[in-house]
């Protein structure tokens, strides 16, 4: 099995190293990863400027790819330019902090799984609960297993999963729930600060949501120190509300008519117009007659 592994912490980030060692065990791992830490980015591209990309060595081996660029960006260059062929499977990960509950939206983790998935290759994000002493040795051991039980038991076309691990399920057995992703907004605050030059500046805090009582989620999962397993889907459409506005009716003006009196009366959008900076050349002293 050929295995694509990349993650938004970093390429050297201890999650990742860890989580090569048990991939390895299933199949031939090409590693690609961000050359800094890009956590929050989300499904960020770079299409705007060159992505750099330098080989990582391990002594004389090679061991992957570093990427200037995002989680996706890893993603997309890996299958396209380094895998030797398709991959069979692409993980993310391990993130050091999870990615549950609405935070599945803003993670770099779980962008990464969902470009595999737009490539037709099943894809799983893992991620840890942050501590300062995380154990990701034990934590890739887990997600190894989990990944492989995955692969065993679900459908032949490719799917995405999104996998939280807490610390609790480091010691003894870990119990596993498949749950729904919980879509309960964090409590988001800025703490507003003051900088050496009197400047203010802001930082996001906030914490987890409480959970909902009476159906179990990501986060009451993950509360009660079991380990989660979410299929995730990229598809947005709300198919209820679309079968609704098929019934809609919409009236559109005439574009080819001339404007209104309304539309002459709007103030004119504004425009920014480019302009090209030309070198000014200055004659030399010569030129201009002076000795």
């Not at 404007?259 to 900076?277: A, G, L, Y």
Request: charged fraction near 25%.
């Amino acid at each position: 099995m050929l295995i694509l592994l990349t993650n938004d912490d970093g390429i050297y980030a201890p999650g990742l190293a860890a989580l090569d060692r048990q991939l390895r065990r299933l199949g031939e791992v090409y590693v690609v990863a961000p050359a800094t830490e890009q956590s929050g980015v989300g499904h960020s591209i770079t299409f705007l400027t060159p992505l750099i990309v330098k080989e990582v060595f391990h002594g004389d081996e090679r061991w992957g790819w570093a990427v200037e660029g995002s989680p996706a960006d890893c993603v997309k260059i890996g299958i396209t330019q380094f895998c030797p062929r398709p991959p069979d499977l692409i993980v993310s990960g391990i993130n050091g902090g999870l990615n549950a509950g609405i935070n599945v939206l803003y993670s770099g983790t779980v962008a990464a799984a969902i470009e595999g998935a737009f490539f037709g290759v099943t894809s799983v994000a893992v991620s840890l609960e942050f501590n300062e002493h995380a154990r990701f040795d034990k934590a890739a051991r887990l997600a190894r297993h989990l990944i492989e039980q995955i692969l065993q038991q679900k459908k032949a076309e490719p799917q995405l999963f999104n996998v939280n691990m807490p610390g609790a399920a480091m010691d003894g057995v870990p119990e596993v729930r498949t749950v729904p992703m919980d879509v309960t907004r964090y409590g988001d605050k800025f703490e507003r600060r003051t900088d050496p030059w009197g400047r203010d500046y802001y930082w996001l805090t906030g914490e987890p949501p409480r959970t909902t009582e009476g159906h179990e989620t990501d986060l009451s999962a993950l509360a009660a120190g079991r380990v989660t397993i979410t299929p995730l889907d990229y598809n947005m459409t709300r198919h209820s509300v679309l079968a609704e506005m098929d019934q809609w009716q919409f009236q559109m003006p005439d574009m080819r008519c001339e404007e209104s009196v309304d539309d002459q009366n709007d103030r004119p959008t504004p425009v920014i117009k480019t302009v090209r900076k030309m070198q000014k050349i200055t004659p030399n002293s010569e030129e201009r007659g002076e000795s």
